[in-house]
């Protein structure tokens, strides 16, 4: 009876998986693989010769150093701000800390475009910093892809750091290291696996990014995901398209790799000093904490984690307070408060004039529909592909939530959460045109489809959804099944009293992030959306792209609009935040 209760057990999970993976296998691989194949096999037979004519091209050297220099920079900048940020909003206690998380996390979830249109409403002529002359410029797309990424840092290092026990830098201290050293040689050393983790997931996305690239720097700074796009849609080159789109894979796999492991060692951590607390009484450490602090009068201890809370004043929490305000307020309010200044602006002054326009389509030539109809396109789609990716999601992240005890088991389990992790990378451009020429016959001719566009922003947002419901479904103590089990609590009991609460914990923010992805989605969008029923981001890219004050005021109009919605999905989704879910 066990040993069938065990086979039972086995088909169930390996059930779960199956279902996530054929709709992986569909709607990502075939796609991709199929495109990637046209490029390699242009007339049926292999031919290599591709990649010696691509890379025989002084312009791919140029669009590779420029991304690779973009990456590196934007990383840097971004570990750099995001440190101090997440001591200050996670070790730190101030009145309106949990305002400003909020608002640190918005920027992550605003859609490429928007962030393009904000920047450049910042820093074109007429803007609030157009003095500057930065505008096109290789500086405007680094600031931006900091600003979209600063909150990785943050909330990555900050969940780390937040759970650090702080009595090792405490006795440092107290063993005469100034606040510097006792931070360089201990604290530093505990936070690296989040830091790296942070670094190696940011620098995934400064690499891949689309839409801030593309509004922001065009053809002159562009990068290898928009140099794809290019090759496809102007140059109708799919072999070129194909080699860059096998580079961009490389290197997106080797990022997700490094990304994995430090997360491993980032979560082993977490485990260690958990299962270290768990056998202290909380008196001891408040004990504790209070005879080795030099500022135990003003670092009071909170209860729920046993960890030393400082509140923010004179001394060695002034720097980083600063540059966290000057980040908050130079780099991350400046853009969006200039953006919103730029869509009051008109021809005639000052006013509404174009948000009235956005019930019309524009100048002559400009749009097919309203932006208020592409705003409804934009939130139907969204709902459907949350829907999607919530269902798909929970399943990956309950079979990945598994500690298999086999080490084949465990490598599977490793395979399956690294498969998943894939579409954050690959380019969205690759896979939008991948359905066009794949899902084009019976029985899945999609092209004329309204589920093409939401199955596509589902693929986007499955990884997030992983990355969000994860970790609050690890943080589940082993013993609490065991013990089920041991009551006689069938498997599928066991799934729905332990793992089940701890489930729907983590779906609040998981449905924020998976709708605000899917509402702000591009680059796969702006290949699947029919004219007659664009999503609100095409919109405002077509509107940039076309002459004439109306259109331009229409489009910052636009973004706001998009911003708008954007943050008031994540504030509601961080409300219901739980405090093991995702760092990001």
Not at 119 to 138: E, I
Not at 408 to 425: E, I, Q, T, Y
Not at 557 to 581: D, F, I, Q, S, W
């Amino acid at each position: 009876m066990d040993r069938l209760s065990a086979t039972g057990r086995r088909l169930a999970w390996a059930g779960a998986a199956a279902v996530p993976l054929v709709f992986l296998g569909i709607f990502f691989a075939w796609p991709v693989l199929t495109l990637v194949g046209r490029g390699f096999f242009p007339d049926g037979a292999l031919d290599l010769t591709g990649f010696a004519d691509v890379f025989s091209r002084q312009r791919t050297w140029r669009i590779v150093g420029l991304t690779l220099a973009q990456s590196t920079l934007g990383t840097t900048l971004a570990v750099l701000l995001g440190v101090p940020g997440a001591y200050v909003l996670y070790r730190c206690r101030f009145p309106g800390q949990r305002l400003v998380r909020a608002f640190v996390t918005v920027p992550f979830v605003l859609p490429t475009v928007v962030v393009g249109v904000a920047f450049r409403a910042l820093l074109a002529d007429g803007g609030p910093l157009g003095f500057l002359g930065l505008d096109g410029t290789f500086v405007a797309i680094v600031l931006a892809l900091v600003f979209f990424n600063y909150t990785v840092v943050v909330r990555t290092v900050g969940g780390m750091w937040a759970r650090l026990d702080p009595r090792a830098a405490q006795a440092a201290r107290a063993l005469g290291a100034s606040p510097t050293r006792a931070f360089r040689t201990v604290t530093l050393p505990a936070l690296g696996p989040a830091i790296a983790s942070a670094a190696s997931v940011v620098f995934l996305f400064c690499a891949t990014a689309f839409g801030v690239v593309l509004v922001l720097g065009g053809i002159r700074y562009g990068t290898v995901e928009t140099e794809i796009w290019i090759q496809t849609t102007q140059f109708l080159d799919l072999r070129a398209a194909a080699v860059l789109s096998v580079v961009q894979l490389v290197v997106v796999v080797a990022a997700l790799l490094i990304a994995s492991r430090n997360r491993t060692r980032q979560e082993r951590a977490l485990r260690l000093r958990t299962d270290e607390q768990a056998g202290q009484p909380l008196r001891l450490l408040t004990r504790t904490s209070r005879r080795t602090s030099p500022n135990s009068s003003s670092a009071p201890v909170d209860e729920q984690r046993g960890l030393v809370r400082r509140t923010v004043g004179p001394g060695p929490d002034l720097l980083p307070a600063v540059v966290t305000a000057a980040v908050v307020l130079g780099l991350l309010l400046s853009p969006l408060a200039g953006l919103v200044l730029r869509s009051l602006q008109t021809p005639d002054g000052w006013g509404f004039a174009n948000y009235v326009n956005l019930g019309t389509t524009g100048g002559p030539n400009a749009l097919t529909v309203t932006v208020w109809e592409a705003t409804i396109n934009s939130l139907r789609a969204a709902v459907d592909a949350t829907v999607l990716a919530v269902v798909v999601g929970s399943l990956v992240a309950l079979v990945v939530s598994r500690r298999p005890r086999g080490r084949l088991a465990r490598r599977a389990v490793n395979f399956f959460d690294a498969a998943f992790m894939l579409p954050l990378g690959v380019s969205a451009v690759t896979v939008g045109f991948g359905f066009l020429i794949t899902l084009d016959e019976p029985p899945l001719d999609l092209r004329t489809s309204p589920v093409l566009v939401p199955i596509a922003q589902a693929v986007v947002a499955i990884p997030l959804v992983v990355r969000t419901l994860l970790p609050v479904l690890r943080a589940i103590d082993p013993r609490l099944r065991e013990a089920a089990a041991t009551l006689g609590a069938t498997p599928g009991r066991v799934l729905a009293t332990v793992d089940g609460p701890f489930l729907v914990r983590g779906l609040g923010l998981a449905v924020g992030f998976a709708f605000a992805v899917s509402l702000g989605e591009f680059g796969a969008t702006s290949f699947l959306a029919r004219p007659d029923r664009p999503t609100l981001p095409v919109v405002i890219f077509r509107l940039i792209g076309r002459p004439g004050a109306e259109n331009y005021g229409m489009a910052m109009a636009a973004a706001v609009v998009l911003a708008t919605l954007t943050a008031t999905v994540m504030g509601l989704a961080e409300r219901m935040r739980t405090k093991e879910a995702s760092q990001w």
